[in-house]
């Protein structure tokens, strides 16, 4: 993947979710009546600046782009003309002050709920939900699901696509408790099974669920042949082309590109020989190292290449999940309300020491997302542009000094009491949030660093 792509698409999703966020800020403060100064996209010196409107508001693009701001008129920060004194922040009412910080965290959400209505209107590619043979004596075996088994509820919530299951059993198997899944056998014929979450540990949350659980997804019997060439891989380093047949690996026969995923995927960082069949022509000997990729804790290896497809056989197992304008609005709505509380509850079993801080991301991962997305299409991009427009929201609502929860802890406080927070506690809790801030990044940027090199 080119690294300019990578940068590109992290520093776009940043930029244009900073706007959303200090937009809100911005909108609000200025229906309440108050001066802004500020409107500021990034940290630091500014790179750019323009004035704008009959306040002269100045908005700038600075140097380090982690972040934004918007500074408004107030005498806590400098000398307020006497003129100007009711278009001062801090002059104005308990709920005003809680309405303009409550903006932010709010347009992000309803930036993803947007996100997600243009994309369920859209609709969204996917796999049809259907298994192939569990892993035995698997939960998913011991459940009794079988081979052609196709998945059409959790629980009664509808799942048309492989995602949505893994999403609907995600969300279910934080309880522990027991789901009732109904499937349709090969024979059209239902069945309801229902599948426990008793063996599985917090551990086992972090990685691939769904093969922990023992369920496998059917797949097309497809041949070894190369369909498709990631540029940059290390199928195109070594010359790999469109329509060879790979015959064998290491002198090992594969007959299905199955076989020779695993043994690809076996062989991170090892030099691999391919005979290949091109055209008319046997070449006994082609040379292919697969790069080293990290996948929830794995190294795995991957060339850079996906398989020839049938297109009718596609059809049978590929499923595109769209609805209706108004239908596609409480879609949205439940999608980002269920992703909030799910991060919520990640958040929270972290704190308690139930799930591994390594769950934790910072820029360096989500940076790598944002470039895998974009090279998988707009829709893959929009879709992770809504979960960081929704992780944003959620982390500014928690209570902590410096984020806006912070700030709207203080304003309930406030609202309760009828009188503010006195400076000095408030002063204290700066101190408390920036450690408290400094020590999660220091976590996810550690976390970063440990994906990057164990990779």
């Known amino acids: 993947m080119s690294i300019l792509l990578t940068l590109a698409a992290f520093l776009v999703a940043l930029s244009v979710l900073i706007v959303v966020h200090e937009f809100g800020h911005y909108w609000v403060a200025r229906r309440c009546g108050v ?7 990034g940290f630091g010196r500014a790179i750019w600046s323009r004035r704008f409107g009959a306040d002269r508001s100045e908005l700038r693009i600075a140097m380090v782009p982690l972040g934004g701001y918007v500074k408004m008129l107030d005498e806590r920060e400098g000398d307020v003309a006497p003129s100007e004194l009711h278009r001062a922040f801090n002059r104005k009412s308990v709920w005003q002050r809680f309405a303009i910080v409550a903006a932010g965290p709010i347009a992000n959400f309803l930036a993803a709920i947007i996100l997600y209505w243009v994309l369920f209107v859209h609709g969204i590619p996917g796999l049809v939900p259907t298994l192939g043979e569990p892993v035995a004596d698997s939960p998913a075996a011991r459940a009794g699901f079988v ?22 059993l995600l969300q279910r198997a934080l309880d522990r408790q027991p789901v009732a899944i109904a499937v349709k056998n090969e024979q059209q ?24 659980l023992g369920f496998v997804r059917f797949r097309l019997p497809l041949p070894p042949v190369i369909g498709e060439i990631v540029g940059g891989g290390a199928a195109a380093s070594a010359g790999l082309q469109i329509g060879d047949y790979i015959l064998s690996v290491n002198g090992e026969k594969v007959a299905t590109w199955d076989a020779l995923v695993g043994k690809i995927r076996a062989g991170a960082g090892q030099e691999l020989q391919f005979r290949i069949r091109r055209g008319e022509v046997d070449i006994p000997a082609i040379k292919v190292v697969p790069d080293r990729v990290n996948t929830n804790g794995t190294v795995i290896g991957r060339i850079g290449a996906g398989p020839r497809l049938d297109e009718k056989a596609m059809q049978r197992i590929s499923t595109v999940v769209s609805y209706g304008p108004v239908e596609s609005i409480q879609k949205a709505l439940v999608k980002t309300w269920d992703t909030s509380l799910f991060s919520l509850r990640m958040l929270g079993k972290m704190i308690m020491g139930e799930m591994s801080l390594k769950n934790l991301s910072g820029p360096i991962t989500i940076a790598d997302y944002a470039g895998q997305s974009a090279q998988s299409g707009w829709i893959s991009y929009l879709l992770f542009l809504a979960l960081i427009s929704i992780s944003l929201g959620v982390l500014n609502l928690l209570p902590v000094p410096l984020l806006d929860g912070g700030h709207l802890m203080y304003y309930s406080v406030e609202i309760f009491t009828g009188k503010p927070v006195p400076d ?9 949030g920036m450690t408290l801030l400094f020590v999660l990044m220091a976590f996810a940027i550690y976390n970063d660093i440990h994906r990057l090199f164990s990779s």
């Open 147 to 168: 081979a052609g088994d196709t998945v059409l509820s959790v629980d009664g919530e509808k799942v048309p696509s492989w995602q949505d299951f893994r999403w609907q």
């Open 424 to 432: 000095k506690i408030m002063e204290v809790g700066q101190h408390i």
């Open 189 to 212: 014929i239902a069945t309801v099974r229902t599948l426990g979450f008793e063996t599985l540990s917090s551990k086992d949350l972090e990685g691939d669920l769904l093969g922990t």
């Open 35 to 41: 001066k802004v100064l500020c409107f500021s996209v």
